[in-house]
């Protein structure tokens, strides 16, 4: 059986670049086949050390072919676990399962004999913003008054994005800080410590939607607090 050697390798920081250490990572070769089928092998196991560095080397056997046809797939998953990690104080992504929550991300990864490929992830450190609305007075049963966060989160990505950063981006989510009342403020609205984010404000006015984005970047003591009006 014909073979090549192929390295995935790169780096797991948090907020301020500073190094992730232990997290550990898993690449696995899967093949599925919908409602009937699920099998995988795994292929390398790393850790990430005190610069929070991983190396992993491999061959990519002949029957370890990628395909996606109709209900049948065969890929490679990289399989990175943060248990190590605390949950409050990072932003991770949430695997929820009957036997409870994990914290772990399974990119799918396109492989080819005798490459070398460099998979690097940020997992930003967790602060918190105090942003107030005021004088949100809807006319209109439509009427919307909320802010978002958005900050660099994931694996690196020559994409274009709102921010200016080699990794993806993520946000605080939708529909959970908007305005009830005349003036209301959120004191937990979540922001990527050390690091420049996106303050987005929606106002929606007669059916009109105008978004209005601010940067702002979040010191280590931080005790920002905004206010914007309707």
Do not use: C
């Not at 073979?3 to 898993?26: D, K």
């Not at 409602?35 to 292929?43: F, I």
Request: glycine share 4%.
């Amino acid at each position: 059986m014909y073979s090549r050697l192929s390295t995935i390798s790169g780096h797991i920081v948090t907020s301020g670049n500073a190094p992730l250490e232990g997290v550990e990572l898993q690449l696995k070769y899967v093949e599925t086949r919908w409602l009937a089928s699920y099998y995988s092998w795994l292929k390398r196991k790393a850790t990430t050390d005190a610069n929070g560095s991983y190396n992993m080397s491999f061959n990519i056997k002949d029957n370890e072919v990628e395909s996606f046809e109709g209900q049948s797939s065969s890929y490679f998953e990289l399989q990175i676990d943060f248990r190590n990690l605390d949950p409050d104080k990072y932003f991770l992504p949430e695997q929820v399962s009957e036997t409870g929550t994990s914290y772990s991300y399974n990119p799918i990864i396109s492989l080819k004999r005798n490459m070398q490929y460099d998979v690097s992830l940020y997992i930003p450190a967790k602060d918190y913003i105090t942003v107030t609305l005021k004088n949100f007075k809807p006319t209109h049963q439509y009427d919307h008054f909320e802010v978002r966060t958005f900050f660099p989160w994931g694996t690196k990505t020559d994409e274009k994005k709102m921010l200016n950063t080699e990794y993806g981006v993520s946000s605080s989510g939708y529909d959970l800080f908007v305005a009830k009342g005349e003036n209301q403020t959120f004191r937990n609205v979540p922001v990527a410590r050390n690091d420049t984010n996106i303050v987005r404000i929606i106002k929606v006015k007669n059916g009109v939607a105008t978004p209005e984005d601010y940067k702002i970047f979040v010191p280590e003591k931080n005790a920002i607090e905004l206010t914007y009006e309707y």
